[in-house]
């Protein structure tokens, strides 16, 4: 079993930024994808960004240049640099974990304020 917290969500004001993070505890491996997903009111679960423990990064083509994922591979915690927020990146925001078995934590809310 993997726990992931996470942290860091709150309102901001259109253009702001805020970071998140979320640690992974337990039975954690040295090879594994860590990410973000996020789920607006209505919409579907999407991919935010997500890391694998090489270093290859992945983004959304609507964060991309916005937003920044990177880890501390040495406390399994992976953050998300949110600058340039929009009203539309309003969202739960959820961390993934993902080796033989996918993670999920509990979420935390972004509110983006117009």
């Known amino acids: 079993q993997v726990q992931l917290v996470e942290s860091g969500g709150g309102l901001v004001q259109t253009g702001g930024s805020l970071r998140l993070s979320c640690a992974a505890s337990?039975?954690?491996?040295?090879?594994?994808?860590m990410g973000w997903y996020r789920q607006a009111p209505g919409k579907q679960r999407e991919m935010v960004a997500e890391m694998h423990s090489s270093g290859r990064g992945n983004y959304a083509d609507s964060v991309k240049g916005r937003f920044t994922i990177f880890r501390e591979s040495a406390k399994n915690t992976v953050y998300l640099q949110m600058n340039s927020l929009k009203p539309e990146d309003t969202a739960v925001y959820y961390c993934n974990y993902r080796a033989v078995y996918n993670y999920w934590g509990k979420g935390t809310l972004v509110t983006v304020s117009s």
């Open positions: 337990g039975s954690t491996g040295s090879i594994n994808v």
